[in-house]
């Protein structure tokens, strides 16, 4: 069942994508990440990751999994606040975030949105969404140390784009 959901929701997204002109050919579309799969992953010195995925959709729920922890991004108390949380259950339970923005308008339209995920290996997770004009930027130190491994994943509720060509 899950599967089939899965797939359905690749399909409706790819017949949005092909509806908007298609501007993002290049890219590889899906929910289920395993970041060492990521080909665009530019980390600097300190990171595990540094890469782009482009969203679209009104409150992106994304979850990153990696050295046992999960961090995640996702709305918190109403629809234009976003947060980063430490751990998953603190997202579900409402609890306080590590970091949160209120008055994000940059997801209420229904294009694509371009966010930046940079994880550090002395665990500090940042995100940068949208542009000058309409973004923002929302930083966390988690507490936790990284390392990369085989089982660092990637989840979003919406297929998100990625691997689209360098920038």
């Known amino acids: 069942m899950n599967r089939v959901l899965i797939i ?4 409706t997204f790819t017949c949005i994508l092909l509806a908007n002109g298609g501007s993002f050919n290049n890219c590889k579309v899906n929910i289920f990440i395993n970041t060492t799969d990521i080909k ?7 990171e595990l990751h540094r890469f782009r995925l482009y969203v679209n959709g009104r409150l992106p729920f994304i979850k990153l999994t990696s050295s046992g ?5 996702g709305e918190y108390k109403n629809e ?16 306080e ?15 694509f ?5 940079i994880l550090e290996k002395t665990g500090h997770f940042s995100i940068i969404a949208g542009n000058m004009d309409n973004g923002f930027a ?6 936790f140390n990284f390392t ?3 089982e660092d994943r990637l989840y979003t509720r919406e297929p998100v784009l990625y691997d689209c060509g360098r920038y």
């Open 138 to 143: 929302l930083s966390c130190n988690t507490g």
């Open 8 to 11: 359905s929701a690749v399909l």
């Open 69 to 73: 922890q999960t961090i995640t991004f």
């Open 80 to 95: 234009t606040d976003f947060a980063i949380f430490r751990e998953e259950d603190d997202y579900f339970k409402s609890l």
């Open 113 to 117: 949105v371009e966010v930046w995920f």
């Open 40 to 46: 665009e992953n530019y980390p600097q010195e300190n």
């Open 148 to 150: 990369q491994t085989s």
């Open 97 to 111: 975030p590590c970091s949160y923005q209120d008055n994000i308008h940059v997801f209420a339209d229904s294009k």
